[in-house]
């Protein structure tokens, strides 16, 4: 059985980013005007009035100080509140192909060697753009690769999954490389008027190139072991789909939140998701290490999903046993806010440093379904 390497990661960021000040400034001002255009209502108890939000708030429920965006303005207009992100004809390059396209350009820089290598394009994502073609295949044609590629979705945790279905068509002699993206627009599934979820994501896009050991340079990390779960949950819920298509206007080119069908969008009963999937998480990884005959309290650093910053701390203390060093326990939510699938990958590729051969290190992510997956790592020569 060939095992796999993880040989090389790419990371896009929007040039665009809002800051917690920004965002609800511009919440306030809409939740303002809603309850001015509604003040008889409000006052006869038939429409509840909107409470502001506060940026206190935000930093201390959920770590986040900023989000990436691929657009600011309409996000930040209060009479608007969602991007800007124009329909584009079949013949240009969808928005999430272009973005996984720059990440998977990076990776693809920094592995060295021919697209004419890789075997398999793995889009892993949570919120795809449309049901088919699939946009790995986009993307697959954008970098001129042969062989097959699909979309695979499990929410936050579609990474580690794609890695792992990476690692096993390895393992399988099925290819012998494979490109995994995972291009975030979170922007245009939120509801920025609602108010308990408003700050929560932010837009990225990532790419990991996995590849069998027996061809691979020296450097990169040996993929040790990879293990999923999944467990059915409506705590975090999407329900938009191609049954709510009959609600839109035919001449609908923007975001669904402007069609007024923000309840078919990200919705979670987020304290819930904390007490679930926090004990879930840890208890997985300590039952997963010692499949593997890691000592977890050994970990040199833990790339965990990245949503909130309690849960990442509590996970971590669970793991290695006592409070982590901030290098032990990557955050880098402060800056990104939650990415979904790529928030692990972002923090694997930002804090790679001082690892020496053997050192060993984990990537997991958790999330919606609910489902997650631990992929543990170790430096190679
Ligand atoms: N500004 C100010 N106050 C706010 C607010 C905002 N934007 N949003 C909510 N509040 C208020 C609530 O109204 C509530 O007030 P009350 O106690 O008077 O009723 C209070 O803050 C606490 O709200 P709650 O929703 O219980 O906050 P929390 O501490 O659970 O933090 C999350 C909210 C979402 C940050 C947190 O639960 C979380 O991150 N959970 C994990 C979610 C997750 O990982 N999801 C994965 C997605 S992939």
């Not at 584009?88 to 998977?104: H, T």
């Not at 060295?112 to 394009?121: F, T």
């Not at 790529?342 to 930002?350: K, M, P």
Request: glycine content about 8%; overall charge negative; aromatic content about 8%.
């Amino acid at each position: 059985m060939t095992k796999a390497v993880i040989a090389a990661t790419g990371l896009f960021t929007p040039e665009q980013s809002i800051s917690n000040e920004e965002l609800v400034a511009a919440y306030n001002a809409y939740a303002e005007r809603f309850n001015a255009a509604h003040a008889a209502e409000i006052a006869e108890g038939d429409v509840a009035e909107l409470t502001p939000s506060s940026v206190e708030f935000i930093e201390k429920a959920s770590g986040i100080k900023s989000r990436f965006v691929l657009d600011k303005t309409g996000i930040l207009d209060p009479e608007r509140m969602v991007p800007h992100l124009p329909a584009r004809s079949n013949d240009e390059l969808s928005i999430l192909a272009e973005m996984a396209v720059k990440a998977a350009e990076q990776a693809i820089k920094a592995w060295g060697k021919p697209v004419s290598e890789i075997g398999a394009v793995l889009c892993a994502a949570s919120n795809m753009q449309r049901p088919y073609p699939a946009m790995a295949i986009e993307v697959q044609q954008a970098l001129g690769i042969e062989g097959f590629a699909f979309d695979m979705n499990v929410a936050c945790s579609s990474a580690t999954f794609g890695i792992k279905t990476a690692a096993d068509f390895i393992a399988s002699g099925s290819v012998k490389a494979v490109l995994m993206v995972n291009p975030e627009i979170c922007s245009a599934h939120l509801n920025f008027k609602d108010r308990d979820s408003h700050f929560i994501f932010g837009d990225v896009a990532t790419a990991v190139i996995v590849e069998a050991e027996d061809q691979a340079a020296p450097g990169g990390w040996e993929v040790l072991g990879t293990r999923l779960k999944t467990v059915m949950s409506n705590n975090i819920r999407n329900n938009f789909g191609f049954l709510n298509k009959a609600a839109l206007p035919t001449d609908a080119v923007e975001p669904l939140q402007s069609n007024g069908l923000t309840d078919k969008m990200f919705v979670q009963q987020g304290r819930k998701v904390f007490k679930d999937v926090v004990p879930m998480v840890a208890d997985m990884i300590v039952d997963h290490a010692a499949e593997l005959d890691i000592d977890p309290t050994g970990l040199k650093r833990m790339w965990l999903h990245q949503a909130n910053i309690n849960m990442n701390q509590f996970i971590g203390r669970k793991v290695l046993g006592r409070e982590p060093e901030p290098h032990e326990n990557v955050i880098i939510l402060d800056e990104y806010a939650n990415t979904s699938s790529a928030g692990s990958i972002i923090a694997f590729h930002l804090h790679q440093d001082g690892f020496e051969p053997g050192e060993t290190g984990l990537i997991c992510s958790f999330g919606a379904g609910y489902s997650a997956g631990t992929v543990f790592v170790s430096k190679r020569a």
